[in-house]
């Protein structure tokens, strides 16, 4: 089930942020990233959290800020609907161009966002941390709402579930 996430959700989407990557979100981030003017969380589960995505959409303009998926759930189509799904919230928000930072290194992330047609339009150097001091760019990528491709998934309203 695909369903908008709020502030009572922020243990759990920070639970699933901790499965994706080595410095996880805490709650009171995500909280206070989910309490700013036109930002949004998504989560699916079923009988437990599979993934979840947070946007936000100012100035005509949308960002993926973070998306996580359960690595026992990937390659099953989840993100590309997260991603769908919020591309069609932040348009509705205004949003004519939607932005994210992925690492350079991280090629699955990267195949998903060209093929939901992102394309690279800048790099962060050293922007992503590691560990033992390492860095990792980040590529700045951008998909034009305006143009996009018919989502191939249902729409999701405010209240979840299909529009």
């Not at 860095?135 to 996009?148: E, I, K």
Request: charged share 25%; hydrophobic share 45%.
């Amino acid at each position: 089930m695909l369903r908008p996430a709020g502030a009572g959700d922020c243990e759990v989407l920070s639970a699933l942020h901790a499965t994706a990557f080595d410095e996880a979100w805490p709650p009171g981030l995500i909280g206070d990233l989910l309490a700013s003017p036109g930002a949004g969380a998504l989560l699916i589960e079923d009988e437990a959290p599979q993934a979840m995505i947070l946007w936000r959409a100012a100035g005509g303009e949308g960002e993926i800020l973070t998306l996580a998926v359960d690595p026992r759930r990937r390659r099953k189509g989840i993100a590309r609907l997260l991603v769908e799904a919020a591309s069609g919230l932040a348009k509705t928000a205004g949003a004519e161009a939607l932005f994210l930072e992925v690492a350079h290194d991280n090629d699955a992330a990267i195949a998903l966002y060209r093929g939901a047609g992102f394309e690279e339009v800048g790099r962060r150097p050293g922007y992503y941390g590691r560990g033992g001091g390492q860095r990792a760019d980040a590529l700045v990528m951008r998909r034009d709402l305006n143009t996009a491709p018919p989502n191939p998934y249902p729409r999701v309203s405010e209240r979840g579930g299909p529009a």
